[in-house]
């Protein structure tokens, strides 16, 4: 159990890290997020306002 845990919080690293970079963020600091709080870090980087999408008014 502990291998696997220790797999999943590793593979998260870089897609953390790459999503972050797209919406505008640090691939470096979304990447050391994702090491310390592993999978939890993909749905957080998506709760956050993506810093790439401009001037976009909602009617």
Do not use: C, Q
Not at 2 to 13: E, N
Not at 26 to 40: E, N, Q, R, T
Request: a positive charge.
């Amino acid at each position: 159990m502990d291998v696997l845990t220790l797999v999943v919080f590793v593979a998260s690293i870089y897609p953390a890290g790459r999503i972050a970079e797209r919406r505008g963020r640090s691939f470096k600091v979304w990447a050391w997020v994702a090491a310390f709080i592993g999978p939890l870090a993909l749905p957080l980087i998506f709760l956050l306002p993506n810093l790439r999408a401009g001037n976009v008014s909602h009617a």
